[in-house]
């Protein structure tokens, strides 16, 4: 058989998301492309590798054994990478990183800035994912390391103290619930919302809308918290969100903010990894960066 290291990650890829248009793009080909690779890896195997859903693919038998094998020949590539890196000036390691929505977008980029700032030759694949798919991204290990919240089973994973993370309504400022103190995920599911357009974190909160057996009365959908912001600061509808993002908006907007009293909103995040033995010498030292106390400062 002839598989070549792009085929075997695009293959770990689509099996990661569940999805051959997603797992193209984490790969960066075409679906035309993605498509036709899975096709030839599958005639040239004689043998069915994915089963094709309306909700997406799933391996076969057949598929988790090549997905087992593709990760330790991945994985020992990336080592080789890694021991390579301290020697050969001009060679470059990635290390591959998983996070929820809150961690990618409100605590990683200063933190992982100035570590990259100064670690020239290293480059970091970031995922978006939700938290349960952070821990099965490390458990299948497809990525080296993971940002997730404390509300997912994280059981033979090893966790440091990341940051703590917030979930707040934005309201605007003369709105009849501006002035509660604490309000309750339950209590405003009549209210007219403004989302972000996709994401690991709108999942989150539609399946806790879910769980009341309730959907959200979604009018827009923006792509960044502070496009909800000004939604909401022009009387659209409410926003939910991390507290770090409601206070950088409140500052140009017209907006106050509201912590969530579900215990589901307010979230411990924990770097994490499937073994540290087993990791390459660049994401160990990231590891031991984003897990340190001066780098993630808990936010109590």
């Known amino acids: 058989m002839r598989f070549d290291l792009t085929d075997l990650r695009l293959f770990l890829a689509v099996v990661d998301a569940g999805s051959i248009t997603h797992g193209a793009a984490d790969v960066g080909l075409s679906l035309p492309a993605a498509s036709e690779r899975l096709r030839d890896m599958e005639a040239i195997g004689k043998v069915r590798l994915l089963e094709r859903g309306r909700r997406g693919v799933r391996p076969t038998p057949a598929g988790e054994a090549l997905a087992h094998h593709a990760r330790l020949i991945l994985r020992q590539m990336s080592h080789m990478r890694g021991e390579l890196s301290e020697h050969a000036s001009g060679l470059r390691a990635t290390v591959r990183l998983a996070a929820n929505t809150a961690a990618l977008t409100e605590f990683l980029p200063q933190r992982l800035g100035t570590w990259m700032a100064t670690h020239p030759r290293i480059n970091v694949e970031l995922k978006e994912r939700q938290s349960i798919e952070v821990a099965r991204a490390l458990a299948a290990d497809l990525v080296e ?40 995920f339950a209590d405003i599911l009549d209210q007219d919302f403004v989302g972000l357009a996709d994401g690991a974190l709108q999942g989150h909160i539609d399946a806790q809308a879910a769980r009341l057996g309730l959907r959200l009365k979604m009018r827009s959908r923006m792509r960044t918290f502070e496009g909800i912001c000004h939604m909401v600061s022009a009387g659209v509808g409410l926003g939910i969100m991390p507290e770090t993002a409601a206070r950088r908006c409140g500052r140009s907007a017209k907006t106050a903010f509201i912590r969530l009293a579900d215990d589901w909103a307010t979230r411990r995040l924990s770097v994490c990894v499937r073994t540290e033995r087993a990791l390459t010498p660049p994401a160990l030292a990231l590891y031991e960066h984003l897990s340190s106390p001066q780098a993630s400062p808990i936010d109590l």
């Open 145 to 184: 390391i993971g940002i997730l919240s404390d509300a997912v089973n994280t059981g033979g994973l090893y966790l440091r103290p990341f940051a703590i993370d917030r979930l707040v309504v934005v309201i605007p400022r003369d709105h009849a619930l501006a002035a509660s103190k604490r309000l309750a």
